[in-house]
């Protein structure tokens, strides 16, 4: 059984993440083989909040030279959570 801690890797802070913060949505990046519920349940254990609902969009990663020369690499593909709350909010600093 994987833990909360396991689930979600780190908090998005952007602009677009700060402006949802008053509808209290946040987000965060997760393991890219993590479940809407399983979200949603780290999160309520995690942070101590009621969750309304989670949506999550799979992100692919940006192509990237590597050093000098013309070979292409590529960033890790990652999964992006978007938490909405129904009672209480969170302290992301």
Do not use: Q
């Amino acid at each position: 059984m994987r833990t909360a801690f396991d689930l979600i890797i780190a908090p998005l802070v952007t602009e677009k993440s700060n402006a949802m913060m008053a509808e209290k949505k946040y987000a965060f990046k997760v393991k890219v083989d993590a479940g809407k519920i399983e979200i949603g349940r780290a999160v309520e254990e995690l942070f101590n909040v009621k969750v309304k609902s989670v949506n999550t969009s799979n992100r692919t990663g940006k192509p990237k030279r590597a050093g000098r020369s013309m070979k292409m690499g590529k960033r890790a593909d990652w999964k992006k959570a978007v938490v909405t709350l129904s009672e209480g909010s969170i302290e992301i600093i």
